[in-house]
């Protein structure tokens, strides 16, 4: 039976559910929805309730505005230099998490994906970007080493030797060359992104 509602909205996450599709929206577009420890959070929190929810049997994942997710929040960063607020990834649930999720889970990307926000898209189970989306590792920039596992996540979609030229160069690819390197696994206009993703997944929902 189609459901069609809207389950919850958070300032950090929002959610809607129709026709067996749960759809995740990263919420901070003012901060092109730079990735912060309290917008994780609501988002793991909302990827179990999917889990739970009959109603959603897909779920998929973008950034509200232009941008999928750039990276961490430079001020989250900058608090941690200053010894503020904490990010150690032991504290807080792994980025694999999605992976534990029972539910297909599908990225939309539809803006630029960098640093943890291709951590979070390669963690999904497939991956759809608008034409123009800009994909980077973006780790070497920062002299930083590849982190929350994408070493062992990206060269089993790309192989060791992509990999190891995204990770070392940290050079940006755009739609056509993220789908022929594999890095995606479809490509759309930037005004189909949507549209195309939730027409795969409403017809995946159903079947």
């Known amino acids: 039976e189609d459901c069609t509602m809207t389950i919850a909205q958070d300032a ?58 750039p990276g961490m929040d430079s001020g989250v960063l900058s608090d941690v230099a200053n010894g503020g607020a904490s990010t ?10 999605p992976r534990s999720i ?16 291709i951590v979070a898209a390669l963690n999904c189970d497939l991956r759809f970007a608008s034409a123009t989306a800009k994909l980077t590792t973006s780790f070497a920039q920062r002299g930083i080493m590849a982190e929350h596992g994408i070493a062992w996540s990206l060269p089993r979609l ?19 060359e993220a789908l022929e390197l594999g890095l995606v696994d479809r490509v759309f206009e930037p005004d189909q992104l949507m549209d195309k993703t939730l027409e795969y997944a409403k017809e995946m929902a159903a079947k």
Not at 88 to 97: G, S, V
Not at 103 to 113: L, Q, R, S, V
Not at 158 to 176: E, H, N, T
């Open 12 to 69: 950090l996450v929002t959610r809607e559910i129709s026709d067996g599709v749960a759809v995740l929206t990263w919420n901070r577009p003012e901060r092109n929805n730079a990735w912060s420890v309290d917008m994780e959070a609501v988002y793991y929190r909302l990827l179990h309730e999917c889990a739970q929810d009959e109603n959603a049997r897909v779920i998929v994942v973008t950034g509200a505005g232009k941008s999928f997710c």
């Open 88 to 97: 150690e990834p032991h504290l807080r649930p792994p980025m694999t998490l």
């Open 102 to 117: 029972p539910k297909p889970i599908i990225a939309a990307i539809n803006g630029a994906c960098a640093g943890i926000g």
């Open 158 to 176: 790309v192989g060791v030797s992509k990999a190891l030229d995204l990770l070392m160069s940290a050079r940006v690819v755009q739609g056509a």
